[in-house]
């Protein structure tokens, strides 16, 4: 590695949020020691791990190919070590890591999979209530026209 690429090589203490959720932030990271969670939902009544990803995993690919919001929110599990790349090194860190770039286009795959899952249980459970609505306002559409009628 050279100066420059010691220089993007960060020590990030166990419990930190290097990564939220809706916000946008143009580094992807690659784990070179320790572990991170992916969560979808962190801090909320729905909150759901997507996984945890170890050495020679990269995650923040979203913000840095696509300057999306991040899908995810990622924490590191542990003490970690990470090489963080920005978009002016991209070119650099896919001639050094070829074999990371099949790992990442698996990993937004992996992530567009579990988020689709996802889409499809908030619809099965809107349709589940959408049907028990119906159900309710049937019922209080018979009262009222029995009690119309019995006026």
Do not use: W
């Not at 988020?115 to 306002?137: F, G, Y």
């Amino acid at each position: 590695m050279n100066e420059s690429s010691e220089r993007n090589i960060i020590t990030i203490s166990a419990e930190k949020i290097i990564l939220k959720e809706g916000d946008t932030d143009y580094d992807m990271y690659k784990i070179l020691k320790g572990h991170v969670e992916l969560y979808s939902c962190y801090g909320t009544e729905y909150e759901s791990l997507l996984g945890i990803i170890g050495p020679g995993a990269c995650f923040g690919e979203f913000g840095l190919l696509l300057h999306k919001p991040a899908p995810y929110t990622a924490i590191a599990y542990s003490d970690i070590i990470v090489y963080k790349v920005s978009e002016e090194k991209i070119g650099e860190f896919i001639r050094d890591n070829q074999t990371n770039v099949l790992q990442m286009m698996k990993s937004m795959a992996n992530s567009m999979m579990t988020m689709q899952t996802h889409i499809n249980q908030l619809n099965e459970e809107l349709d589940e209530k959408n049907k028990i609505n119906k159900r309710i306002v049937g019922r209080n559409k018979e009262m009222l026209k029995r009690y119309i009628y019995n006026v």
